[in-house]
């Protein structure tokens, strides 16, 4: 029983943040060691949280002690414990690379900005209640917003104010999702909407379809699905290396509310929605993995290339969730899992690769990079995870895809197969322009030694793939018993104990 | 009073849409603004529409739903503080790249090396 520790990892980023911006905004050794000491610490909290949900099963943290349909809770349980996990995981590469590539010296503020993007996403991957997802979405977003402009620049300024934009029609259509489920039921809790909504009068099923279509047209937004891809491309290729490979779990987030309300609240077997969800997310999923790969095909700089890259895994993993079966599901968070670190690797790589080259488009070779050796091979394994090729997980991922929707198989199969197959040579086609093909120049590579704490964080992201690959049994049996309990959620309903006193 | 609301809400969603789709930063702010005013307005018809009620049980002789106000609260707070980012983001672009255009031409950043 974890008690208090569940709202830990909102707490503790948001008084270190706190703290580093009135006591340490003078020193930016401080903070560094401030922020890896908040990381840590919310590794470790993560994986106390994911061993108490897999011994005890959900249990809901009752904010205020206010009883739960009325307070808010926060709920943990496998799927929660999991994301919490990876995002912890997640965070400490993408701060050790920064402090190795010094990103946090272009700006002001970067540590603080991380560690309040740590509180929104930790919160959103916990809350039990749909107005506090809002919330915690709102929380994440305005430090994304800090983190994406960081460093500055008028084209990431620019970019910026189209991702601000998007995300506040985003924000609006999620109010009014929101209004109309409690115009309809009278409550937001999600454990509470899951006992309410299959009693629902017959004349409000209308409303609540349109309710369900705008959450996952809000989620679609996050998760960067097609049609509503378009702030994607430009926003990650612009924002700082590191920053876009932050935004590789933010993606995810989409996927996670998908799941947890295709689950929860709106599951397949409730008479007023049934099958709405998966009969718009599966079409739509598929064009968004055919835009991703064929992105990847003709991206014209690198971080462009990773952007595509991550709007093709986003497609995948949209693919498997929609069919919301616990087979499905089992496939889809093994591959979200493999998704987010190929991704992070993939941006964290390329911003190597950059940061050491006069310009990052593909069309035009530069002089030789130093240390190539190196980066190439990185490259390679950043290509081979995110193309979902032997021997690393992305693989066996997309294994347990097309195996999961073998009764689709002509039109699955082909898509994802055809996709994996352009994503290749996309791949490929960047790689030999980068490394071999270097500009007429004679100049010797300027000199530019590999940093300890850059190749700790890629290296790590590379083991926590690896250890992926070789777990895949241990850690897709552990996830088929966290697909059963979405698809029976009566655990997750009975720790919300509702209307008893908590 | 109903007809009268949702007509409102109509017109400020409209005028809202209207906004957004043009090519410059700041009407799409506007946009943005009264998107705003009519997701608020919105959220605080889902509590029902009653007059002369306190949100409180006892006090009249209904109630008014209290929990669509406090939802409108923080729904106006977040997306003023939005609102707020987002002018000085454009501001910012303004002034680094000399238009304010919302539609950006693939160009990549200059601060690679």
Not at chain 1, 102 to 107: N, S, V
Not at chain 1, 471 to 483: I, N
Request: proline fraction near 6%.
């Amino acid at each position: 029983m974890m008690g208090h520790w569940i709202i830990a990892p909102v707490v503790l980023p948001a008084i270190v943040a706190g703290l580093m911006i009135i006591l340490l905004r003078g020193s930016l050794r401080l903070q560094r060691l401030a922020s890896v000491a908040s990381i840590v610490a919310l590794n470790g909290i993560a994986i106390a949280l994911l061993w108490a949900a897999t011994i005890h099963g959900p249990e809901a943290y009752h904010l205020g002690n206010w009883p739960a349909p009325f307070g808010i809770v926060l709920v943990l349980d496998r799927l929660s414990a999991l994301m919490v996990a990876l995002l912890s995981a997640l965070a400490l590469a993408v701060v050790l690379y920064t402090i190795g590539s010094r990103w946090d010296q272009k700006g002001a503020h970067f540590h603080p900005l991380l560690q309040f993007l740590l509180m929104g996403i930790a919160g959103a991957f916990l809350t039990g209640d749909a107005f506090n997802l809002f919330v915690f979405f709102e929380v994440l977003l305005i430090a994304s917003y800090g983190l994406m402009v960081h460093a500055g620049g008028a084209a990431r300024t620019r970019v910026a104010v189209q991702y601000v934009g998007f995300n506040l029609i985003g924000s609006a259509l999620f109010l009014i999702a929101l209004a109309l489920v409690y115009g309809v039921t009278g409550t937001l809790n999600m454990a509470d909407l899951a006992v309410k909504l299959p009693d629902l009068p017959e004349g409000d099923v209308a409303l609540i379809r349109v309710a369900a279509v705008m959450l996952i047209l809000v989620f679609a937004i996050k998760g960067a699905l097609v049609p509503l891809q378009f702030w994607l491309p430009g926003t990650y290729a612009n924002a700082p290396g590191v920053v876009a490979a932050m935004f590789a779990v933010m993606t995810k987030i989409g996927a996670y509310a998908t799941l947890r309300v295709g689950t929860l609240v709106f599951p397949p077997d409730l008479p007023a929605t049934g099958d709405l969800l998966s009969t718009l997310l599966f079409p739509a999923s598929l064009v968004t993995l055919a835009v991703g790969a064929i992105g990847v095909l003709g991206a014209t700089t690198l971080p462009r290339l990773a952007a595509f890259g991550g709007i093709a895994s986003m497609g995948t993993a949209f693919l498997a969730l929609s069919a919301f079966t616990p087979q499905t599901t089992v496939a889809a968070l093994y591959y979200i899992l493999h998704a987010t670190l190929a991704t992070a690797l993939l941006f964290l790589v390329s911003d190597l690769v950059t940061r050491r080259r006069a310009h990052a488009r593909l069309d035009q070779a530069t002089a030789p990079i130093a240390g190539s050796g190196l980066i190439a091979s990185l490259y390679l394994v950043a290509a081979i995870a995110m193309a979902g090729m032997p021997p690393l997980s992305g693989f066996i991922g997309k294994l347990l895809i097309l195996d999961a929707f073998r009764d689709q198989a002509p039109l699955v199969w082909t898509v994802i197969l055809v996709s994996s197959f352009l994503m290749i040579l996309g791949f490929a086609r960047a790689g030999s322009t980068l490394f071999w093909k270097p500009a007429d120049s004679e100049a010797p590579p300027a000199d530019h030694p590999p940093e300890a704490f850059c190749m700790t964080a890629t290296f790590g992201l590379i083991a926590g793939l690896a250890l992926l690959t070789i777990f895949a049994g241990p850690v897709t049996d552990w996830l088929a018993t966290l697909a059963d309990a979405l698809d029976q959620p009566t655990g997750y309903i009975e720790a919300n104990r509702l209307g008893q006193e908590p | 009073m109903e007809a009268l609301l949702a007509s409102l809400i109509g017109v400020l969603t409209f005028t809202g849409v209207y906004l957004l789709l043009r090519q410059r930063t700041f009407p799409v702010i506007l946009g943005l603004t009264f998107l705003s005013y009519a997701v608020n307005l919105f959220l605080f018809a889902a509590g029902r529409l009653v007059v002369n009620a306190a949100p409180i049980i006892g006090r009249s002789q209904t109630y008014a739903d209290p929990l669509p106000q406090a939802l409108v609260l923080t729904a106006i707070v977040i997306s003023f503080g939005m609102t707020a980012v987002m002018m000085i983001l454009a501001v910012g672009g303004h002034l680094a790249s000399g238009h304010d255009r919302v539609n950006t031409g693939d160009e990549p950043t200059e601060d690679a090396g």
